[in-house]
């Protein structure tokens, strides 16, 4: 499960061999969210207001990265980090 970028106290990881459609998890304290890639949307869990708008922001402005760690992981590679959000 590899940690591809952190910031302002949220993770984002990919599991290996991940099913489909494509997403990523988020992780801020004790809750977690899965996100699709291609659409943003939260298909489980949930992260407080906040930490969810900065995933938003983040992912939007790294959705070719996110698709390409995606492929990497779901084949069993490790991907590549990921700029945080600044």
Known sequence: MPCVSR???IAIYFYFGDHFPAHFHARYGDDEAIYEIE?????AG???RR???LVLEWADQ????LK???EIAKNGGTPSQIEPLR
Do not use: D, Q
Request: proline share 5%; with cysteine; charged share 25%.
């Open 7 to 9: 910031f302002f106290g």
């Open 39 to 43: 659409t943003l949307r939260v298909y």
């Open 46 to 48: 949930s992260l407080p």
């Open 51 to 53: 930490a969810h708008n």
């Open 62 to 65: 790294h959705r070719k990265e």
């Open 68 to 70: 390409e760690c995606w």
